[in-house]
């Protein structure tokens, strides 16, 4: 079985012969060429893994023919092979695309074999790789966001004409809307797909790591600090890089950060030394940003470069028509581990369509691997359902006016405020689930609380 197969492309007969000799009794399957003209005849005949090409021959030289073959097939590895070599001509094989360069002598053949090994593994890494690009294209496609729903559509016309540019994009959107697959969407069908995407979450990550884990440190920046390392910037040179929850990042980090994406330089933790990078920005948040522009919290010129293409990723309730279609695929995934369960009846189906679903399509994945879980066969109906769910339609109107009147806004204001407490329990006191749960701003909600006095610990009553 041939290890691999091996173009040589040499004007040296003699070279060529035994070099062909040696790669004939190491299994390789070897065909040659005197010329580049001839190897690139053969190249377009039948398909090689590797070239070895001399660096000095008439006409086209070694190098101007390694540029020929990446355009004819990028996937090829080339390797030079130099009797005249200098420091120079090496760099410059390299930069057109050489993946190394041997010495031309009797003496190296023998150790000709390790290295197209090496190249060999190399092309199956590459070759690798590039199918891991397709298969990220495919799942990050457009075609691979569920819904229909005009919202959608409209948001992803957007993430479409800006897909293949360079502009910064500003993502905004609520908890659990899908703001990281649409940033993952936009880098995946841009020019840097086959780059890397890297993602930070600047609120999970305490301050004081962020620096470091953004622009990297050097050995001794602080204690812990046992030896260099790269940080997110220079591991998405470029590609994209995802900062996401923006808005939680420190005002130092925020100088230091818009430092980057003007002049697109930075500085590792503790080192001197300026590094510069070539990284395109997506940024995403779930907070107001003009807001917290107008209590002092985040820089307005941050705002102004992060925003050049402000896309909205629209919460589900704005997009119930797309409820259906989600529950249905999230419930294929599930049936791969559960293929005795049915579907979703009617009944539990309109229940979901109702629901609000604070927590937006990460809630619904939620449920529906919970439900389906617990199911496991059969069909899914309004009893499998969470309570919270069964009863999410605002129930009807039962208040009667009675014949001496009542305080209008004494009973409105007692209604607001049981309404409220039922989203803080619901929500386990937490206030931006809350005021998502009531269609209304934190600011606004927070507002109300405190102007009607409510705390976890004192119920509403009708005194």
Known sequence: MSRGSILVVDDDAVFRAALTRYLDGEGFNVVTADAPDAAVDELQSQAFDVVLTDLRMPGTDGIQLVRRIHKLDPGIVCIVITGFGSPERSIEALEAGAFWFIDKSYERIASVGALLEKALEHRQLKASNKRLQRQLKVRYGFENIVGESDALRETLESVRKVADTEATVLILGESGVGKELVARATHYNSHRAEQPFVAVNCGAIPEELLESELFGHVRGAFTGAIRDRIGRFSAANGGTLFLDEIGDMSPTLQIKLLRVLQEREFEPVGSSKTERVDVRIIAATNQNLPELIQARKFREDLYFRLSVVPIVVPPLRVR????????????????????????????????????DWPGNVRELEGLVERVSVMKREGWIGEDDLPDGIRGSSVPA???????????????????????????????????????????LKRTTLVEKIRAKGLSKHDPVTDS
């Open 320 to 355: 119930r028509e797309d409820v259906i279609l989600l529950c249905n695929h999230f419930l294929g995934i599930q049936r791969r581990n559960y293929p005795e369960l049915c579907g979703i009846a009617e009944a539990a189906m309109k229940r979901l369509v109702e629901y």
């Open 397 to 439: 109107h039962t208040l009667n006016l009675p014949p001496d009147g009542l305080d209008f806004s004494n009973v409105v204001d007692r209604f607001e405020s049981d309404l409220i407490i039922q989203a803080l329990e619901t929500t386990g006191w937490n206030k931006n689930q809350a005021a998502q749960l009531l269609g």
